[in-house]
């Protein structure tokens, strides 16, 4: 059973910075692609960045410049480095696995990010 847990979300002013941390546990056995996405109250669930199992990432507009995504293969973990954060980023951040062979998905529980003064 393919688990996601996240981490590292908060409160922190605007301008301020976060990590968000997602470890995978359970076996996976074929390559995967991981993603964040974020829900703010009343809204859609959007894609926030992604990146495939080759490394190739991709960002919403409102992030682009400020949000880095990455991985870490050995340690079955996935991080998205938040800068220069602003109010609008206000949300319930998730984690996505999805496996190349056969697109099954995986969710995490979700962390809050509050940006306030």
């Known amino acids: 059973q393919v688990q996601l847990v996240e981490s590292g979300g908060g409160l922190v002013q605007p301008g301020g910075s976060l990590r968000l941390s997602c470890a995978v546990s359970?076996?996976?056995?074929?390559?995967?692609?991981m993603g964040w996405y974020r829900q703010a109250p009343g809204k859609q669930r959007e894609m926030v960045a992604t990146?495939?199992?080759?490394?190739?990432?991709n960002y919403v507009d409102s992030v682009k410049g400020r949000f880095t995504i990455s991985r870490d293969n050995f340690k079955k973990s996935g991080y998205l480095q938040m800068n220069s954060l602003k109010p609008e980023d206000t949300a319930v951040y998730y984690c996505?696995?999805?496996?190349?062979?056969?697109?099954?998905?995986?969710w995490g529980q979700g962390t809050q990010v509050t940006v306030s003064s």
């Open positions: 990146i495939t199992s080759g490394g190739r990432t």
């Open positions: 996505n696995l999805v496996i190349d062979l056969g697109g099954r998905n995986y």
């Open positions: 359970g076996n996976i056995f074929s390559a995967y692609g």
